[in-house]
């Protein structure tokens, strides 16, 4: 019993010592490794872990500059805040309108200052500025241009085209920034762009352009006259967010190219901004529209076709035996003008122009205004005098 008693302490004896034993062999490790962390070779082994690590930071930063911010960074200081003031004329007395209540009251006549804004681009270094005729107005008193980093200046109205809706003005200033104009021609449906502007008088609030992206939707966009006179065809559109003040501003490509002037924009029955159908004027015409205006101050619409027309009825079809439905019989001729220069006579019949239909007297205006036309140029007539068909060239003059 005894002898059990005895082996059964000094089992445990031995298992204690074991356990110390490995106590003491795991802290001389541990010491050992704590020691060789701290030498100079184990430093200079982590000390380009820690620049790879801020490389990787740097490359990360660096990567969120693309195209499209670098793009915003070169074009920004070319856009222009447009400031408005027009002279507005009105009446108080509610008896303007009645001839004869207007004998008895006073006609006292009001003028009122009206602000309004848009957006402007400059085109050239010495301060021309592209923007709508519609932001100028035909009515404007003052225009001053805004430039990033707040500088304003008196912009004097070189020329204006309402047919077009482009207006070209300068300041007094040389070295400005610019942007290349592109080529319209060349955009794609679904590639980048970028609209700068003044939404909302946004510009003045940050000195500096409020900037959307988006991408061309389509082009080629048709629209015909509207009821403010402006004839917008071959329009670009882009989902890029336009919105009130952006008319006249910038829409680029990310080749820093200017290839539109933001326009207008269509907007949902519940809301008065951009719900991402805008639209812009391709470069290539307000190429052809700002050099004319540089030139002559305007672009000559004012023509004279010099003949009165009736649209053909059916007795005027039967009498003359035509084998047509649409056309206008010429019923007067003025001397001199481009119908008469042309060797038109009273009764013939216009049956297109341009190789266009023509069915009354309205017909042949639109079609001369949806081609951007003016005096000077030329269209094509086809014309039935006694049952034959010819064409002739009419050219517009005054």
Request: aromatic share 8%; glycine share 8%.
């Amino acid at each position: 019993m005894k002898k059990s008693i005895f082996s059964i302490i000094a089992l445990v004896i031995s298992v204690i010592m074991l356990i110390v034993s490995l106590q003491f062999y795991l802290d001389t490790r541990r010491h050992l490794l704590m020691k060789s962390l701290i030498t100079p070779d184990s430093i200079s082994v982590q000390i380009p872990e820690i620049e790879d690590r801020l490389n990787i930071n740097e490359s990360l930063f660096s990567s969120r500059e693309t195209a499209i911010t670098q793009t915003i960074s070169q074009v920004s200081p070319a856009i222009t805040g447009i400031h408005v003031t027009r002279i507005k004329q009105y009446s108080n007395n509610p008896f303007f309108s009645d001839p004869f209540f207007s004998r008895f009251f006073p006609n006292n006549i009001y003028k009122k200052k009206i602000q309004s804004l848009g957006s402007g681009v400059l085109i050239s270094s010495d301060g021309y500025i592209v923007t709508n005729a519609h932001v100028v107005g035909v009515d404007a008193v003052e225009v001053y241009a805004t430039l990033s980093g707040g500088k304003r200046y008196p912009a004097e109205i070189i020329g204006m085209d309402a047919l077009t809706d482009i207006a070209l003005l300068k300041i007094n200033s040389e070295d400005l920034p610019y942007i290349k104009m592109g080529d319209s021609k060349d955009i794609i449906i679904g590639e980048w762009v970028i609209a700068l502007g003044n939404p909302f008088g946004l510009f003045d609030v940050s000195n500096k352009p409020i900037v959307t992206s988006g991408i061309i939707s389509s082009i080629h966009m048709d629209f015909g006259e509207t009821e403010s006179g402006h004839v917008y065809q071959d329009m670009i559109q882009t989902d890029a967010s336009i919105n009130s003040g952006n008319s006249g501003g910038a829409l680029v490509n990310m080749s820093g190219e200017l290839i539109g002037i933001n326009t207008f924009i269509f907007q949902g029955k519940s809301s008065s901004g951009s719900i991402g159908i805008g639209f812009a004027i391709p470069i290539n015409r307000v190429k052809h529209i700002v050099e004319d205006l540089k030139t002559y101050g305007e672009i000559a619409r004012n023509w004279d076709f010099g003949i009165s027309g009736q649209p053909l009825t059916q007795s005027i079809i039967d009498y003359y035996n035509l084998d047509t439905d649409h056309g206008i019989i010429i019923i007067d001729i003025k001397q001199g003008k481009a119908g008469d220069l042309a060797g038109l006579k009273i009764g013939d019949i216009i049956l297109s122009v341009n190789d266009q239909e023509v069915k009354t007297n309205q017909d042949v205006i639109d079609i001369i205004n949806n081609s951007y036309l003016k005096v000077g140029d030329s269209v094509k007539a086809l014309i039935n005098r006694d049952g034959s068909e010819f064409s002739v060239e009419i050219k517009l003059i005054r």
